[in-house]
């Protein structure tokens, strides 16, 4: 297998042979595929196999895979260089279209990553503010920048715990770590810390701990703590800016926040971030404010090419009822499946993600809830489905990602794929 020789390769020169953890199947086992090609719902490895692709490059392929007018785009860009580090008009052509399409982006600042944005935007937040702590949740992930990579403490007020070596103890201080769907744990944290507290960070559907979107009230409960303590709300929409809905999840669920992080999508593909909202607040920005930020390839041409392609693609009436259709059957299809065979499973999905849970709970929305999942029938259940060709996010924490390119035949194959694998699970 070209995929195991590659992997081996790797692991000499790579640490763990890849440049993102996830990659390496340590939350599955065996081998990773390396891959050659994608195109549509397929990825193809080195080895010849297709796979239908339920990560998506992790989020940004929402039309598929190779988009010809993505693609197009990337090319005409390509012809008239790679990097100016000056200003251009695509870059305003894309701060426009982001304050269209998320009235709450009054102003947005392009960065080449999740990480940058949420990093940033935190950073302006404190500045704004004059204020040091912030709030996040247990089981978010925003990015591996120092003050996230956190855990929560004994208690879910303690400070926090650096989540990594390498991150010391007293840059994680003020990072204080609630518990998602829990708006009790965010009124203590403001109680403790009334005019301490920055910003609260969250992803509005929480896509890092599997897929667990906000209980009814939970995100308007944010909001007006914010508000009631004067912090600013920072929503990640890295993952669901643009996935969930064409307003994001921000638009979908009628939140509006101070600021909100956006990558993958936007990006179509291309390694962007940004982070916007309101004027007042991105006017403390250097330089015109005081909050230094910067970046030598902010704002990339070809990455704004790439970008501007996707949103004007993504902005086809019925395309976003077309998409999450398409997820609802899948979910509800994998639920079906499951229980053909008696496996207990619970499904969540929003717009154009996914999730699924080795669970007995009717319902899953806690953080608590998902680490007591049956992780050994999920490592099970997602090799018997690799070995079917269809391509699951290798980890029992992270959400699932369908494309428009996912037609009637992918889906088939997929609750089909699921049939056998759930059938054999029941005979083990
Ligand atoms: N925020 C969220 C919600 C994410 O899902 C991710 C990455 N999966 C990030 C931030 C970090 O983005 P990046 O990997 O581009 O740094």
């Avoid at 403390?284 to 790439?306: E, F, I, R």
């Avoid at 639920?335 to 009717?362: D, N």
Wanted: charged share 20%.
């Amino acid at each position: 297998m070209h995929s195991a020789r590659l992997f081996e390769q790797a692991r000499h020169a790579i640490p763990g042979g890849v440049n993102s953890p996830v990659r390496a199947f340590n939350g599955v086992g065996g081998t990773p595929r390396f891959i050659e090609r994608a195109d549509g719902a397929y990825l193809y490895d080195v080895d010849g196999k297709a796979y239908v692709d339920y990560i998506g490059s992790w989020g940004p392929m929402l039309l598929g895979h190779n988009h010809p007018l993505i693609k197009q785009a990337v090319l005409e860009a390509v012809e008239r260089g790679l990097s100016y580090g000056a200003p251009t008009a695509i870059e305003v052509e894309m701060a426009e279209t982001l304050q269209r399409l998320m009235p709450s982006m009054e102003m947005s600042r392009m960065v080449n990553s999740g990480t940058e944005a949420t990093m940033s935007a935190i950073r302006l937040a404190r500045g704004y503010t004059g204020r040091d702590k912030f709030i996040k949740f247990e089981g978010c992930y925003h990015g591996h920048a120092d003050a996230l990579l956190v855990k929560a403490g004994s208690g879910a007020l303690t400070l926090g715990q650096p989540s990594s070596p390498g991150v010391p103890a007293d840059f994680v201080k003020h990072t204080l770590t609630c518990t998602f769907n829990d708006l009790a744990s965010v009124e203590a944290a403001f109680a403790d810390y009334p005019i301490e507290i920055a910003c609260v960070i969250v992803e509005p559907v929480a896509g890092n701990m599997n897929c667990i979107p906000p209980e009814p009230g939970f995100l308007e409960g944010l909001r007006a703590l914010c508000d009631e303590y004067g912090a600013l709300l920072i929503l990640d929409e890295v993952m669901t800016g643009f996935r969930v809905g064409l307003q994001g999840a921000q638009g979908h669920y009628g939140i509006r926040p101070d600021l909100t992080t956006l990558g993958k999508i936007i990006g179509g593909g291309m390694p962007v971030g940004a982070f916007g909202g309101r004027r007042e607040v991105m006017e403390y920005l250097a330089p015109v404010g005081p909050v230094y930020q910067a970046g030598t390839l902010s704002g990339n041409p070809v990455a704004m090419a790439a970008g501007l392609a996707m949103l004007k693609a993504i902005q086809q009436p019925g395309l976003y009822e077309a998409l999450a259709d398409k997820t609802r059957r899948i979910a509800e299809g994998l639920k079906q499946a499951a229980e053909r065979h008696g496996i207990p499973l619970a499904i969540t999905h929003v717009g154009g993600m996914f999730g699924f849970f080795f669970s007995r709970e009717p319902s899953v929305s806690r953080f608590e809830q998902v680490t007591a999942c049956d992780m050994s029938a999920f490592r099970r259940f997602y090799h018997l489905m690799l070995e079917q060709g269809v391509y699951l996010a290798p980890s029992a924490y992270e959400a699932g990602f369908v494309s428009l390119a996912h037609g009637d035949a992918e889906i088939e194959k997929t609750l089909h794929a699921a049939d056998l694998a759930f059938a054999q699970l029941r005979n083990e």
